[in-house]
């Protein structure tokens, strides 16, 4: 198992039955392949759909049925199609339980950075910014480090924001932290064969640690 699916296995675990959930593009799309059998939730594309279905078979590709990223997909019973106007509604107006979405950084205040990096090139930030602020909870899918080895969780953001004070939850590779508003970061899970001193020596910020710290169990 690569760190991309373990990273979505673990976040899979979040949604809980009913939930209305909005995936953002890349690897946070990948949750829906793992969600367990016996929860039931419906997803949101911000492009019109409510009920969304697994990602369609070659065979099976319908060019009306994309999600916010281009990709095709398939819908469940009862869907739903909409215009923008609409589905930013949906989600300006707190209908959205979850939202998982990617990240350049992470700081301990729950801001986040995840549209640009200045001087690249960079495709827009698409939805996120409403997403973030519109959805109960935001979680946080990503690696723990830059390509380069910088942390991207850090103390605080030095890229563009995204939002302020909106992230709930990260889950990387090596750990599961909460950021606890008014406190910072709280260090719930890590991946089994780290320590502790692995996952701060990785993190850009001071983690506290939870009484309840546990390794993170994926199904397979």
């Known amino acids: 198992m690569n760190n991309r699916e373990f990273i979505v296995r673990r976040i899979a675990q979040e949604f809980k039955d009913g939930d209305v959930v909005n995936l953002g593009i890349g690897m946070p799309t990948l949750a829906v392949d793992y969600i367990p059998d016996h929860v039931q939730i419906m997803l949101q594309a911000e492009n019109?759909?409510?009920?969304?279905?697994?990602?369609?078979?070659?065979?099976?590709?319908?060019?009306?049925?994309?999600?916010?990223?281009?990709?095709?997909?398939?819908?469940?019973?009862?869907?739903?199609?909409?215009?923008?106007?609409?589905?930013?509604?949906?989600?300006?107006?707190?209908?959205?339980?979850?939202?998982?979405?990617?990240?350049?950084?992470?700081?301990?205040?729950?801001?986040?950075?995840?549209?640009?990096?200045?001087?690249?090139?960079?495709?827009?930030?698409?939805?996120?910014?409403?997403?973030v602020v519109g959805a109960k909870r935001v979680i946080i899918a990503m690696d723990h480090v830059s390509k380069d080895g910088q942390p991207k969780i850090v103390k605080a953001c030095k890229l563009p924001l995204t939002a302020v004070h909106v992230v709930n939850t990260i889950v990387t590779e090596m750990a599961v932290i909460e950021v606890i508003p008014g406190q910072g970061l709280m260090l719930m899970e890590i991946a089994p064969g780290l320590t502790v001193e692995d996952v701060q020596q990785a993190t850009g910020a001071e983690l506290w640690i939870s009484p309840d710290l546990k390794a993170i169990a994926v199904a397979v």
């Open 48 to 131: 019109g759909i409510l009920g969304v279905g697994p990602k369609a078979a070659k065979s099976e590709e319908n060019i009306d049925c994309i999600d916010s990223g281009g990709s095709f997909v398939t819908t469940m019973a009862g869907a739903c199609y909409f215009d923008s106007a609409v589905s930013f509604s949906i989600i300006r107006g707190g209908h959205v339980d979850i939202t998982v979405l990617g990240a350049l950084e992470v700081d301990e205040q729950g801001n986040l950075a995840s549209w640009m990096i200045p001087g690249k090139k960079v495709p827009g930030m698409g939805g996120a910014m409403d997403l």
